[in-house]
Nanobody, 123 residues
Framework: VQLQASGGGLVQAGDSVRLSCEAS????????MGWFRQAPGKEREFVAS????PDYAASVKGRFTISRDNANTVYLQMNSLKPEDTAVYYC?????????????????????WGQGTQVTVSS
């Protein structure tokens, strides 16, 4: 299984960016796909994930939108970007078993990861 993320770049505060992540080597229609991010000097944190119903971190809710257009592709539309959104964004797929409520927010519960794409927001 491989996850290929794309769409990062350097933008200004208030701009929008759309990230894409395409998975190959399997079918993930019934499983979680999501996004995490890691800023310099910080731990990787949950951003958003979904099977059919999206869930968001409080810091991005209302600005970011996660979506899926088929079994193996997930997007992250990021609007009203802030400098604090600067990070490497990673896509993740398929949760480990067993699964408990809230596990989709934990990075250690995902089996597959993309290589990361840098998003830099200048003020």
């Amino acid at each position: 299984v491989q996850l290929q993320a794309s769409g990062g770049g350097l933008v200004q505060a208030g701009d929008s960016v759309r990230l894409s992540c395409e998975a190959s080597g399997g079918t993930f229609s019934g499983d979680f796909m999501g996004w995490f991010r890691q800023a310099p000097g910080k731990e990787r944190e949950f951003v958003a994930s979904m099977v059919t119903i999206p869930d968001y971190a409080a810091s991005v809710k209302g600005r970011f939108t996660i979506s899926r257009d088929n079994a193996n592709t997930v997007y992250l539309q990021m609007n009203s970007l802030k400098p604090e959104d600067t990070a490497v964004y990673y896509c993740a797929a398929v949760m480990k078993i067993p699964r408990f409520s809230g596990d989709h927010r934990r990075q250690d519960r995902y089996k597959y990861w993309g290589q990361g794409t840098q998003v830099t927001v200048s003020s």
